[in-house]
Each structure stands twice: as C-alpha cells, then as structure tokens.
C-alpha cells in the first residue's frame, strides 16, 4: 500500500508539474485539465481517509497495545461513509455535475401548476384545376378561380 501511495503521489506531483509548465495548448484546456486532476486527487484520498486509515489502525492498535476503543469504533461508520462521500466529491468538485443535481432539486414539485404554450398551425388543402391555373397566369379574375376551387372539392 505504500508503494502505491508513493507511485499515485509521485505522478499527481509530476502531472501538476508538466500541465503548469506546458505552453502549447489552451489557458483553457489547461484549466479544465487542473480541475480533473484536482478532482482525481481528491477522489483518490476518500478510499485512504475512510478506508484505509482506519483498516490500519483497527489492525494495529491491538499490536501496540494501546487502549483506545474509539478508533475501532469510528472505523465502521468511516467505512459506511465511504461509497456516499467518494460520489459526494465527485458532484461537489465537477461544475457539470453540480448543475445536474442543482436541477433535480430545484425541478418544480408534481402538485404545483405549470403554464405552457402551445402554437397550432392549420394548413388547408386548396387544389386547383388547369383552367383557374391558366386563368391566374393570365391575370384572370381571383374570385371565380376560388369559386372554382370551392366547387370542384365539393
């Protein structure tokens, strides 16, 4: 587990070191490339503070024959904690995310009114037959071609 704490916090320290000196792309790719290595660190030390930590210590406080019970108390709450908090930070550390939730709760509740409005179009189906058609080309008179029209539906 050390090893691999080492190893995690080596690359963090390494990956904030490259992102703050690259210059070849954007102040905003650099930005968002911050924010996902900021969340990837913190999501990494939930497992380590409520898992980890306490697993140690409820191990080896016996071994060193130290009288303290809250350790072993508090571990299993910790550990409940756990799954809740690592999806906590998650939401509370990406913007995206945020605003989602942000809406699921701010979504109006089912028993309140809600107004909408709603626009109709009506087309009509108007058909013509060849002898208003020439008669319109020709500047002919429009009410006998809609008379027309309305007789030859009918």
């Avoid at 924010?35 to 497992?47: D, E, F, T």
Wanted: net charge negative; proline share 4%; glycine share 4%.
């Amino acid at each position: 587990m050390t090893t691999s704490l080492i190893l995690a916090t080596s690359l963090a320290v390494l990956t904030f070191h490259h992102i703050k000196r690259e210059q070849k792309i954007s102040a905003q790719a650099i930005q968002l490339q911050r924010k996902l290595l900021i969340a990837l660190c913190a999501q990494a030390s939930v497992p380590a503070i409520f898992v980890y930590i306490p697993y140690i210590f409820t191990i080896n406080i016996p071994f060193w024959r130290i009288p303290i019970t809250i350790v072993h108390d508090a571990s299993i709450p910790l550990t409940t904690c756990f799954p809740v908090l690592d999806a906590a930070v998650m939401i509370l550390l990406m913007s995206d995310y945020r605003r989602g939730l942000m809406g699921l709760i701010m979504k109006q509740q089912k028993g309140e009114e809600s107004v909408v409005e709603v626009s109709v179009t009506v087309v009509q189906k108007i058909s013509a037959n060849e002898k208003s058609i020439n008669r319109w080309e020709n500047g002919g008179d429009e009410e006998e071609d809609v008379a027309e029209c309305t007789q030859g539906d009918s």
